[in-house]
């Protein structure tokens, strides 16, 4: 485990197998308050490195072992970080962005801001940062924010959810209670509704029990390059419910696209 200087925050970064400007690179973004890299380390991080793939992982600001700024909290802000995280490790070429949850809505930022970074979107139960996204984000967050500091709130979680989940709840507040994100996220630079400014291949995962897999005909009508798949019996929670076919489906999408990067038929 390292930490490298990405403006002015210190990245906590994980990169596991080859590094040597060969193969294809993954970038696994994770999900926002409840989440870390520590989500990928234990799904699908190790084995992608297994199969020849260069990995990287990374705590977003705020979270992990990455800085925590008061502010600074918008999604270019996020895609900025990713940005700036690959200039500092040497990347050059097109990565492959694998995002979950809001790491997908980051992922589909930086595919709009800097295209020729990116070699493919892969969205995990995920929403482009459309203006629908922006009310999306707003109610949740000050939904969350009213509520996790709540002792009978945390005592309900841990009592129908687990304590493990309780116990993510309370550092999410933490989070929200120390930083201006519930306010910023809502004021983030949205991308066109009809998605034109994303050019790379997109590959969507949704849960069918998730009412995010309703975005499957628009993705699918506006995208010029889209894949969905929608896992039966399945909810939010595909990266750790579903992690054997997540990972299948993946890497089957990366080793099709990174050879269509290097122009092997």
Not at 16 to 29: H, Q
Not at 150 to 156: A, C, L, P, S
Request: charge should be negative; aromatic fraction near 6%.
């Amino acid at each position: 485990m390292a930490k490298v200087k990405v403006g002015d925050l210190d990245v906590h970064v994980q990169r596991l197998g080859p590094s040597d400007g060969e193969a294809p690179v993954v970038v696994f973004v994770h999900g926002l308050l409840t989440d870390s890299l520590a989500s990928y380390y234990f799904t699908l991080g190790p084995a992608f490195a297994a199969q020849g793939i260069d990995v990287v992982m990374y705590d977003l600001r705020g979270h992990g072992r990455t800085t925590r700024p008061a502010t600074g909290y918008r999604l270019e802000e996020f895609v900025a970080d990713l940005d700036g995280l690959l200039t500092v490790l040497d990347i050059d070429r097109p990565v492959h962005v694998v995002g979950n949850s809001f790491g997908g809505s980051v992922a589909f930022g930086l595919a709009a801001e800097r295209p020729s970074r990116v070699a493919s979107v892969v969205a995990i139960e995920a929403e482009p940062p459309v203006r629908a996204w922006i009310g999306h984000m707003a109610e949740g967050l000050a939904d969350a924010k009213s509520r996790l500091g709540h002792d009978e709130v945390i005592g309900w979680i841990a009592e129908n959810h687990g304590a493990h989940t309780a116990r993510l709840s309370k550092s999410a507040f933490k989070i929200l209670a120390a930083t201006t994100l519930a306010e910023d996220i809502p004021l983030s630079r949205t991308i066109d509704d009809d998605l034109s400014v994303v050019t790379c291949p997109v590959f969507a995962l949704f849960g069918d029990l998730s009412g995010l897999a309703a975005q499957v005909p628009d993705l699918e009508a506006n995208l010029a390059r889209c894949r969905t798949v929608v896992l039966p019996d399945q909810g939010h929670s595909v990266l750790v419910e579903r992690t054997a076919e997540t990972s299948e489906l993946i890497l089957d999408w990366v080793r099709e696209h990174s050879r269509a990067t290097a122009g092997v038929d």
